[in-house]
């Protein structure tokens, strides 16, 4: 199973912006489906947005035109990039991953958390 580890998360000011990491035990490029996910406090995980191993990606529509994902398969890495914060996006932020499209979802790790207040 893929081991996946969290960074980068912090406290920015509303508007401002945080790039995540996550680094992945195994190549990048061939497993099936990567993605970020949150939680804020008191609220259920959400899906925030995957990337297929054909860059194919899928956004929550609460952050569609603020955040990108992507992956640098070459650095076994996934990022996701966050412009235009709001105060809602505060939240422990996940990745994951299927590593075959039969594959359920890998562990879950620590996170990373990212505030947004001013």
């Given at each position: 199973q893929v081991q996946l580890v969290e960074s980068g998360g912090g406290l920015v000011q509303p508007g401002g912006s945080l790039r995540l990491s996550c680094a992945a035990s195994q190549r990048t490029f061939s497993i099936y489906l990567m993605?970020?996910?949150?939680?804020?406090?008191?609220?259920?995980?959400?899906?925030?947005?995957?990337?297929?191993?054909?860059?194919?990606?899928?956004?929550?529509?609460?952050?569609?035109?603020?955040?990108?994902?992507?992956?640098?398969?070459?650095?076994?890495?996934?990022?996701?990039?966050?412009?235009?914060?709001?105060?809602?996006d505060t939240a422990v932020y996940y990745c994951n991953a299927r590593l075959y499209s039969y594959s359920t979802l890998a562990s879950w790790g620590q996170g990373t958390q990212v505030s947004v207040s001013s």
């Amino acid at each position: 199973q893929v081991q996946l580890v969290e960074s980068g998360g912090g406290l920015v000011q509303p508007g401002g912006s945080l790039r995540l990491s996550c680094a992945a035990s195994q190549r990048t490029f061939s497993i099936y489906l990567m993605g970020w996910y949150r939680q804020a406090p008191g609220k259920q995980r959400e899906l925030v947005a995957t990337i297929s191993s054909g860059g194919t990606t899928d956004y929550a529509d609460s952050v569609k035109g603020r955040f990108t994902i992507s992956r640098a398969n070459g650095k076994n890495t996934m990022y996701l990039q966050m412009n235009s914060l709001k105060p809602e996006d505060t939240a422990v932020y996940y990745c994951n991953a299927r590593l075959y499209s039969y594959s359920t979802l890998a562990s879950w790790g620590q996170g990373t958390q990212v505030s947004v207040s001013s």
